[in-house]
């Protein structure tokens, strides 16, 4: 049993075999050079792995004074909670509609998107009453009344005085202007065009290239960082074909439809829970897919159709 560590770019054959699929709540680094992992939430418990300074774990509960984890191999283990620093926490919205910010103030802060009751968010630290969200590219600023999360408690804090304002796309300020005040992504080109001649195969080859590489939430960098839209839009640009940032927006702007059982390498399919996508890779055949899943798993391949999250709906954008 192993837990995430950085993998440098370095590609094994264990890694197409990888089940990576997993969601956790909150994700941390080690703060300490060596953190014993147990079997159970108590110091007798045996020891099954020992984390080094500056892994990632991906966090699914919380015992007491420990963390339950996601290792590497799917188990799951107990560490220490005063040696992890949580930089990551999902949160869901409460509120009908909930106002996302350029700042972290109802007076000065503008309006740039709004979220709805029962959305997933990925919060990053607190300030005052507020919250810094990074949604799939799209940044800014929540009232803490409005989100729950059990790991809120555990994230950074900023000062105020150390805040800047979120510096919108030339396409985000126009939408804020225009009142459409819906996440907006920053892709200037035409989503709903379809790319003719470029092979999926070549799309996957390319892809594979990035295996093992860094999950960054918001990040854009198939080298250094990216989110599972990230990945699929970074991916087609490279084949000159221009996805929409979020994976929503894909879903709903991008390609056309193909029925299950039909799909090819380089559709795009699409994860989530009533109708409500979070989640996108990219189809390789063989019922697998390769995608950018979380901060434990990085770049990866996993089954298609055997994760945690149900298929909502398979896209062809070639």
Same mark, same amino acid.
């Given at each position: 049993?192993?837990?995430?560590?950085?993998f440098?770019?370095?590609?094994?054959?264990?890694?197409?075999?990888?089940?990576?699929?997993?969601y956790?709540?909150?994700?941390?680094?080690v703060?300490?050079?060596?953190?014993?992992?147990?079997?159970?939430?108590?110091?007798?418990?045996?020891?099954?792995?020992?984390?080094?300074?500056g892994?990632?774990?991906?966090i699914?509960?919380?015992?007491?004074?420990?963390?339950?984890?996601?290792l590497?191999?799917?188990?799951?283990?107990?560490?220490?909670?005063?040696?992890?620093s949580?930089?990551?926490? %999902?949160?869901t919205?409460?509120?009908? *509609?909930?106002? &996302?910010?350029d700042?972290?103030? =109802? $007076?000065t802060g503008?309006?740039?998107g709004?979220?709805?009751s029962?959305?997933?968010?990925?919060?990053?630290y607190?300030?005052?009453?507020?919250y810094k969200?990074?949604?799939e590219?799209?940044?800014?600023f929540?009232h803490?009344?409005y989100?729950?999360?059990?790991?809120?408690?555990?994230?950074p804090?900023?000062?105020?005085?150390?805040?800047?304002?979120?510096k919108l796309?030339?396409?985000?300020?126009e939408?804020?202007?225009?009142g459409?005040?819906?996440p907006?992504?920053?892709a200037?080109?035409?989503?709903s065009s379809?790319?003719?001649?470029?092979?999926?195969e070549?799309?996957?080859?390319?892809?594979?290239?990035?295996?093992?590489?860094?999950? %960054?939430?918001?990040?854009?960098?198939l *080298?250094?960082? &990216?989110?599972?839209?990230?990945? =699929? $839009?970074?991916?087609?640009?490279?084949?000159?074909?221009?996805?929409?940032?979020?994976?929503?927006?894909?879903?709903?702007?991008?390609?056309?439809?193909?029925?299950?059982?039909?799909?090819?390498?380089?559709?795009?399919?699409f994860?989530?829970?009533?109708g409500?996508?979070?989640?996108?890779?990219?189809?390789?055949?063989g019922?697998?897919i390769?995608?950018?899943?979380d901060?434990?798993t990085g770049?990866?391949?996993?089954?298609?159709?055997g994760?945690?999250?149900p298929?909502i709906g398979?896209k062809?954008?070639?």
């Open positions: 049993m192993q837990l995430k560590k950085a440098m770019g370095m590609v094994i054959a264990a890694t197409a075999l990888m089940p990576c699929l997993a956790g709540q909150a994700y941390g680094t703060g300490t050079a060596v953190l014993n992992v147990r079997d159970g939430a108590k110091t007798t418990a045996r020891v099954v792995e020992q984390a080094r300074l892994d990632v774990v991906e699914i509960s919380q015992q007491g004074d420990w963390f339950k984890i996601i590497e191999d799917g188990e799951r283990a107990y560490v220490k909670s005063e040696y992890i949580v930089h990551r926490a %999902v949160a919205v409460e509120a009908g *509609t909930l106002n &996302v910010r700042y972290p103030s =109802t $007076s503008k309006v740039i709004k979220l709805s029962g959305d997933e968010i990925s919060v990053q607190a300030v005052g009453d507020w969200i990074n949604q590219g799209f940044e800014g929540v803490k009344d989100i729950s999360a059990e790991f809120l408690k555990y994230l804090t900023k000062a105020l005085s150390k805040v800047e304002r979120v796309t030339q396409v985000q300020v939408a804020a202007n225009a459409n005040t819906k907006v992504s920053s200037t080109t035409t989503s379809v790319s003719v001649g470029t092979s999926g070549a799309i996957v080859s390319y892809a594979k290239q990035f295996l093992g590489n860094p999950y %960054v939430y918001g990040g854009n960098s *080298t250094n960082g &990216v989110d599972c839209s990230g990945f =699929t $839009s970074q991916v087609m640009k490279h084949f000159d074909i221009y996805l929409k940032r979020s994976s929503g927006e894909q879903y709903a702007n991008n390609g056309y439809s193909v029925s299950r059982g039909n799909e090819q390498p380089g559709d795009l399919i994860y989530g829970y009533d409500s996508v979070s989640h996108v890779a990219i189809y390789i055949g019922g697998q390769i995608h950018a899943n901060e434990r770049i990866c391949i996993s089954s298609a159709f994760g945690n999250k298929v398979i062809r954008v070639i």
